[in-house]
């Protein structure tokens, strides 16, 4: 039986104390075990301080970045042992906006993906085509090779430490969500190259989580879907009621 996480992932936005809010308020308002595991995605300036609201909760902390070396002269960069530190369970790794913004290539990521399993933190690896690859009928391929770019050479015992996000790069922040059905047909295939391409046996296991204008609204009908394990969501996340109606909705 899969646990489904709902995922908040705050990007370049809120103050330390905005984000304690937001964590004390989700604290109070989830304090039992549920059906999903919330994550939320903080800048790294709030890490600590929201570490220090959830530490005794079931509310679980991601970096939304981190740097594959393990210390060293890389000026501005965060390690994954810096991350644990900071009391994080998790690492947005792959986003959409690190790969077009900031030339994050799938080699770097690769190299991203071992240095986080080696320091025991979950990747969120996200994975997802532009419009024009969908347009041109290139989104199965473009997947296939994100996922294997990403994920070389990972053990299978690693590969149980790994959610996948799919995230249509046209459906972030744009308000467009993909249909369920458009979902469902990736997450299928993602599922499929997990288990076929990584020859992983418990693919069947593996948490692969839907992210691109989640809604309250959207949220039902794309998690009803077999192949959809809970949601990244960016802009609805940074609104505690909205989050906490996805939150809602994703584990009745
Ligand atoms: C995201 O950036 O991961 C995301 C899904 O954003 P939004 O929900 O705003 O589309």
Redesign the pocket.
């Given at each position: 039986m899969i646990q489904p996480i709902i995922a908040a992932?705050w990007?370049m936005h809120k103050t330390i104390p905005e984000a304690v809010a937001f964590a004390k308020q989700l604290k109070k308002e989830f304090p039992e075990p549920g059906r999903v595991d919330i994550v939320i995605a903080p800048p790294f300036t709030a890490l600590r301080s929201v570490m220090e609201v959830l530490k005794d909760s079931l509310i679980h902390i991601s970096a939304q970045n981190m740097h594959w070396e393990e210390k060293g002269a890389y000026t501005g960069e965060i390690s994954a042992a810096m991350l644990v530190d900071a009391g994080c369970k998790f690492v947005i790794i792959g986003?959409?906006?690190r790969r077009a913004l900031f030339g994050e290539t799938g080699g770097m990521l690769n190299k991203k993906m071992h240095a986080a399993l080696k320091s025991g933190l979950k990747p969120i690896f996200?994975i997802g085509e532009t419009l024009e690859e969908r347009e041109s009928g290139a989104t199965f391929e473009i997947i296939q090779k994100q996922i294997k770019e990403g994920l070389n050479n990972i053990t299978p015992n690693d590969i149980r430490q790994v959610a996948f996000?799919y995230?249509p790069v046209w459906?972030?922040?744009?308000g467009k969500t993909a249909t369920p059905l458009q979902a469902q047909e990736v997450h299928g295939f993602i599922r499929k190259t997990i288990a076929v391409d990584l020859e992983y046996a418990h693919a069947s296991d593996t948490v692969i989580i839907y992210?691109?204008?989640?809604n309250p609204e959207s949220t039902g009908s794309l998690v009803d879907q077999p192949d959809i394990n809970g949601a990244?969501?960016?802009?609805?996340?940074l609104d505690f009621d909205s989050f906490a109606d996805i939150i809602r909705i994703a584990g009745r």
């Open positions: 992932n990007k986003h959409s906006e996200c996000a995230e459906a972030i922040g744009t992210g691109g204008s989640v990244l969501v960016g802009g609805a996340g």
